[in-house]
């Protein structure tokens, strides 16, 4: 039997996410998780088959957006409401502050290397702005970029060579030069949209992008060089993330905020945050 690639399917039930649902990442055994499930503030777990429960629950009026996984394992939260990275304990669910900074607009999709190093794209909705920043394994934060577009996706290429960075209100990606220290360098244009805007966006283990164009609820998959290779259609408009999974890193999930769920389609290749789990 042949699989079908590309075709997109629903995987959780229909607003069981409020519509701030966001920032999926999968961990090393396959368990979905994405912000804002039954309710803001939350942290939801979705088992491999669809269970979603409540995994833990932030304090102190912190909503996330975007999680990241590091390589011990432990959830990394950007953190909008507070300015804060969060860092949750997998065994313990303890929470912890794992970087601060103040003059943030607000932290909203991370990006992670392999070496652990954080990036943060840091859009101002209202001025229509942005900037981007590093944040070190010592909890150091360092800004990268300001003056920017609305940042919002941000990812790092499987070679670990490349930082992406696309801009939701001008339908820019970016692409910059990234040192093993998390320096950035040699920004040029990959690739701008005519239309709509754009969320998250993820690589697979070939460096091809998968970037959420919100609104036209469709997931575009680019070339490393800047070309279109195809999208994929999903059955709701407002696409805000995606993250790869499953036993074979080519499961892609994708978090809807108009129908407060996620769907799922089968890839032709894994995701490198899946590949990030099998350096051990």
């Given amino acids: 039997m042949i699989e079908e690639l590309f075709i997109s399917h629903p995987f959780t039930e229909r607003d069981g996410f409020t519509s701030g649902i966001e920032g999926p990442a999968c961990d090393a055994d396959g368990n979905l998780y994405a912000v804002n499930y039954a309710r803001q503030h939350t942290i939801g777990k979705v088992a491999p088959e669809g269970k979603c429960s409540v995994f833990v629950e932030l304090p102190n009026g912190s909503i996330g957006n975007g999680i990241r996984f590091d390589s011990a394992g432990a959830m990394l939260i950007a953190d909008y409401t507070n300015h804060n990275i969060l860092k949750v304990d997998m065994e313990t669910q303890d929470i912890s502050i794992y970087a601060h900074e103040p003059t943030m607009n607000q932290p909203n999709d991370i990006a992670i290397g392999a070496n652990d190093i954080v990036y943060a794209s840091d859009p101002n909705w209202a001025e229509s702005t942005g900037q981007i920043w590093r944040i070190d394994t010592d909890g150091t934060v360092t800004l990268l970029e300001a003056d920017m577009g609305t940042t919002n996706g941000i990812e790092v290429s499987p070679d670990e060579r490349n930082l992406y960075v696309n801009e939701s209100v001008q339908r820019n990606i970016w692409a910059y030069n990234l ?29 091809n992008l998968y970037v959420t164009r919100h609104g036209k609820g469709t997931i575009a998959k680019v070339s490393p060089q800047g070309e279109v290779l195809l999208e994929v259609e999903l059955a709701g408009k407002d696409c805000t993330n995606l993250a790869f999974g499953g036993p074979d890193g080519r499961t892609c999930y994708v978090t809807l905020a108009d129908r407060g769920n996620v769907e799922y389609f089968r890839t032709d290749l894994p995701g490198r945050s899946w590949q990030l789990f099998q350096r051990d």
């Fill in 179 to 207: 040192s093993a220290a998390g320096e950035v360098s040699n920004k040029r244009l990959l690739i701008q949209f005519p239309d709509f805007g754009f969320d998250g966006m993820r690589c697979d283990i070939e460096g």
